[in-house]
Structures are given as structure tokens and as C-alpha cells.
């Protein structure tokens, strides 16, 4: 009844505000979008046959300010979720809305809010459509500037849980001070620090009748910030009481995380390099919840978030209960006017990235004190998760044509970071060719072909892409994924798709037809699983 209650007061300022908005001077400004997408049965790709033939995801967003004031609401509708998100989401309502006061010094907002303390290593809540995840909290924040260079913020709160709440509390403080803003003459110092510290709680009573589950869990972060001139780096520390859980299976072993960046730029040239280590550091307001409700933090992912379709096969997805890895990247430019620059440079980059099992040593105290292992730091184990080698070469010919090259080698063990018992560990070779010509004014043609060369699991794939831009508003493109590598004749399936679409300002609308094949998307390292589909796809997004 207080959430109802909470949405019908916003809903009424918004509305009574937004009204008024002319005589009051204030800004209201929103977004929607509509994706839908029918189906039909396809046995040999995969494809299920859903019985009300058609699913729809759709939000609108509006929020309105006004000065010190600023109040919004998001409405919310899958009727029903399109295949591949979570079922639970079925129905609608609103979904989030907030109210907001904000000065120079203090920063007030109840109802609904997203937050990110640090990386996120204790604590991210943050909303993303296109994987269905949403972990905003329902309560009340506070950010307020105490002195010069020193901010705090603090919030309590529970999370969203698909049209409802997890039963945990959420507590959390952040703390950060700017040494250049707060020591006095050091704001013309040319190195710039920042350090930060963060304590996150949840509160949960839940009866287990195998197992003493604490009802407070605490979790500690520390960082530090440093940039001076190209040089930057970052590094942050975070701890976790003991939280036995579903995904841990209920082991009573503490969390730990380290991450560290660091890199250095100049014109025409880069290099940065990573590493991070994670143990026992998933953390949900509820140990019973599972995927990827009820998070509470964030574990950011070394190796890049691919956007080539055949690199997307084999995404990575950070492990939660354990990984060491590692990331090194160089990036440069050959000079304009040289012998391989030619006359608008040419930009090469090339990245490494190995992600393996924490070094462990098994201990027998299930019985007892319940850490089933004690973990070597910053060490890493025998079992590879992935590994990735990636070298682009980006060259302009002339102000008509320009090209991508990138070429990949990858090992993935499919069986670790898809939770697939059985499968393989795949070693693929993917090259790519990425072309844009412009044809006259505004006209464009982009092609692309992909090759992902495998002797495992589905076997090898190749990728076509034409996409043809009329002018600055109409566009039709057309691709097929074949999976002509598998050793299974019949699922050597050609996977095409034609779409076209319209686009104005801020409005796109896009129809398309075709065969998606069953697989997961992951943004960040956070995945949601996709099936097989054969069907229409309709997608309009605006924003004003």
C-alpha cells in the first residue's frame, strides 16, 4: 500500500507540475520504447513454439525539473516478456519514480534510485532493458557535501524484484575526499588523488533448516584514484563477511576482490593494462535469489564487450565465486602522410586478455567451519576460463571509404562460463572485415564478413552484412549467420535476417524478419540466455 500510495503522489506531481510547466519555467523531458517480437516453431534451429504467438517489452520514462525539485516516473509493460527474459516480469505498472531535492550541498531523493559506490565492487544498482536486469532500490538516499573536497552519501532501502521487493534491507555509506580540493595550494598541483571508502550492509532473517544464516552481512571497499598528465591508474579493495548462499552452496568462507588499472596516453599512442582478483563475492540482498536478481554489487569484466556478431558466440561473463585474470591493451596510430599512415593515419590496437581459476587448495571442514577452501591471492590455477588475443587495424582511404580489420583467437571453457556440464573448451580463430563506403551526400553503404574458424562445439560460422543508409532517415540491411562447421548436417541452418527502418531526430523504427540463434548476451559481463527464434521484430525508441 505505501509503494501504491508513493506512485499515485508522483504520478499526480508530475502531472500537475508538468502542466505547468510553462508559467513555472520548468524542464520536462522523457523517452519510450516499444519492442516486439512474433514466433514461430523451427525444430531444427531450436526455436519452441510459444503459445500467444507475439510478445512485447515496453517502457516510457518522463522526468520533470524544476530548479532544486526534480521528480520522474518510469511505466513499465511485457505482455508478455519477450522470450529470453525472465517470465516474472509479466504485467505492468510503474515501475520507478522518485522525488528529488538538490543543491550545491545536499542531494535528497526518495523512492526509487540507481547508485554506484566506487567500481561497484560492494555496491551498483543500475537498470539495463536489453538484458532485463533492474536492482533499483525503493527507499531514501543522501548525498552531501561536508567540506571542500569531501563528499559523502549514505542510503538504506530495498531492491526491486521484478513487480515487487526483495525482503532484504539494504544500508549503505560512501565516503570520498578530492586531496586536491581539500589541502590548501594543492589545486595546482598537476597530480591528481582521490580516495574513497564504502560500507555496505544487508539485513535478512531467513530460516534454513540445515544451516545458521546470518541476518546481518557486512561488506568493506577502499580505493584510490591517482592522474597525472596520461597517467592514471585506479585500484580498489573490497570485503565480505561470511554469506552463505544458493550460489555459493552455502559456504560460510568470506569474499574478497581486488581490481587494479592503470595506463598511460599521449597523442596517437596508448597503453593501459588490468588485473583483477575475485573470491566468493556474489552479494544479494536475498541468499536465496539466483541470475541476476537481487545483486546488491557489480563485478566489472576484464576483456572487452565484443560488437562483432561472431565474437558475440562466445562472450565472457565474470565469475562470481572465483577468477583471476589479467588485461593489457596498446593502441596506436601511424602517422598521417607515412609510408603505412597513408594520407589520414591508421590506428592499430592490440589487446590481451586471460581470465583463469583462483589457486586453491581444498579443505575438508564441511562438517565443521564450512570454507571448503583457502585461496592463494593473486595466483593464478591451472584451469583456463578464457583467454583472448585481439589485433584491429582501422584505415581511412579516402573521405568515400574506410575499413576495419580484426582478427581474434580465443579459448573458452563453455563449460565454466556457461554453466554447460559436458561442453567443450573451444579454440576459435575470427576474422572480421568491417567496411563503410559513402556513396553520394548521405548515402552509405556498410558491409561486413566474419569468419569464426572452430573444430568445437557447434563447429565453424560465417557472417555477411549489407546495410544500406538512404539519405539521413530510411535504411534496409540484410544478413546471414551460417553454421557451416557442424558436424550435425541438418543444423547447418542459415540464420538470415532483412530488416529496414526510419529515423528522425531522436525516433528510430526498425522491422525486421528472421532466424536468431539460441545463445547469451552479455554487456559488462553480465549475460541473460537468448533462444532460438524465427519470427517479425518491430522496435520504435524515442526521446524528447
Not at 194 to 201: K, P, Y
Request: charged letters at 15%; one cysteine or more.
Amino acid at each position: 500500500m505505501r509503494k501504491i500510495q508513493l506512485s499515485l503522489l508522483i504520478v499526480l506531481v508530475v502531472s500537475g507540475i508538468a502542466k505547468a510547466q510553462s508559467l513555472a519555467g520548468g524542464q520536462l523531458h522523457g523517452s519510450y520504447e516499444i519492442d516486439a517480437q512474433t514466433y514461430k516453431p523451427d525444430s531444427i534451429i531450436g526455436a519452441p513454439k510459444v503459445p500467444e504467438k507475439m510478445d512485447m517489452n515496453t517502457y516510457a520514462q518522463m522526468d520533470y525539473t524544476n530548479g532544486k525539485i526534480s521528480a520522474g516516473l518510469r511505466y513499465e509493460a511485457y505482455d508478455n516478456a519477450i522470450q529470453g527474459y525472465d517470465p516474472r516480469y509479466n504485467g505492468s505498472g510503474i515501475a520507478y519514480r522518485y522525488l528529488r531535492f538538490a543543491d550545491s550541498t545536499i542531494d535528497v531523493t526518495i523512492g526509487n534510485f540507481y547508485e554506484q559506490f566506487g567500481s561497484g565492487l560492494i555496491l551498483r544498482s543500475y537498470w539495463q532493458y536489453q538484458l532485463g536486469v533492474d536492482n533499483s532500490f525503493d527507499g531514501a538516499r543522501l548525498k552531501y557535501t561536508l567540506y571542500k573536497g569531501i563528499y559523502i552519501k549514505g542510503l538504506i532501502g530495498h531492491q526491486r524484484y521484478f513487480w515487487g521487493e526483495g525482503s532484504g534491507i539494504v544500508r549503505g555509506i560512501d565516503g570520498e575526499m578530492n586531496l586536491n580540493e581539500l589541502i590548501p595550494g594543492w589545486d595546482s598541483v598537476k597530480t591528481k588523488i582521490i580516495v574513497g571508502g564504502s560500507f555496505v550492509s544487508k539485513y535478512q532473517t531467513v530460516s534454513n533448516p540445515l544451516y545458521n544464516m546470518p541476518a546481518n552481512v557486512g561488506a568493506s571497499a577502499g580505493r584510490i584514484t591517482i592522474n597525472r598528465g596520461g597517467f592514471n591508474l585506479y585500484s580498489e579493495y573490497a570485503y565480505k563477511i561470511n554469506d552463505p548462499s544458493v550460489i555459493n552452496s552455502y559456504i560460510y568462507k568470506p569474499g574478497q576482490a581486488f581490481l587494479f588499472r592503470t595506463g598511460y596516453s599521449t597523442k596517437g599512442f596508448s597503453i593501459s593494462g588490468s588485473a583483477e582478483s575475485i573470491d566468493n563475492m556474489d552479494f544479494k540482498s536475498d541468499p536465496t535469489a539466483t541470475q541476476n536478481s537481487l545483486d546488491i554489487n557489480y563485478l566489472p569484466t576484464l576483456p572487452r564487450d565484443e560488437t562483432y556478431q561472431l565474437a558475440q558466440i562466445y562472450p565472457y561473463a565474470t565469475q562470481p565465486t572465483g577468477e583471476m585474470g589479467v588485461d593489457g591493451e596498446i593502441r596506436y596510430t601511424l602517422p598521417k602522410a607515412s609510408l603505412l599512415g597513408g594520407k589520414y593515419g591508421t590506428e592499430l590496437d592490440l589487446e590481451y586478455s586471460s581470465i583463469k581459476a583462483l589457486d586453491t587448495t581444498t579443505v575438508n571442514d564441511l562438517s565443521t567451519t564450512r570454507q571448503e577452501y583457502s585461496v592463494n591471492y593473486f595466483s593464478f590455477g591451472k584451469q583456463v576460463y578464457f583467454n583472448n588475443v585481439t589485433f584491429e587495424l582501422k584505415h581511412k582511404f579516402s573521405t568515400k571509404f574506410r575499413m576495419i580489420l580484426q582478427y581474434d583467437y580465443l579459448t573458452y571453457n563453455k563449460a565454466i562460463v556457461q554453466a554447460e556440464i559436458g561442453a567443450p573448451v573451444v579454440f576459435g580463430n575470427i576474422g572480421v572485415f568491417d567496411g563503410y563506403y559513402r556513396i553520394s551526400g548521405s548515402n552509405t553503404l556498410h558491409f561486413e564478413a566474419q569468419e569464426l574458424y572452430t573444430m568445437q562445439d557447434q563447429g565453424s560460422w560465417m557472417f555477411g552484412l549489407l546495410e544500406m543508409n538512404f539519405g539521413s532517415n530510411w535504411f534496409l540491411g540484410a544478413l546471414d549467420e551460417y553454421n557451416y562447421g557442424n558436424t550435425v548436417v541438418a543444423q547447418q541452418v542459415h540464420y538470415y535476417t532483412l530488416t529496414g527502418g526510419y529515423t528522425h531526430n531522436a525516433l528510430r523504427i526498425q522491422l525486421g524478419y528472421g532466424k536468431t540463434r539460441a545463445g547469451i548476451l552479455c554487456v559488462g559481463g553480465v549475460c541473460r540466455e537468448v533462444p532460438a527464434s524465427d519470427g517479425f521484430t518491430l522496435s520504435i525508441t524515442n526521446s524528447f
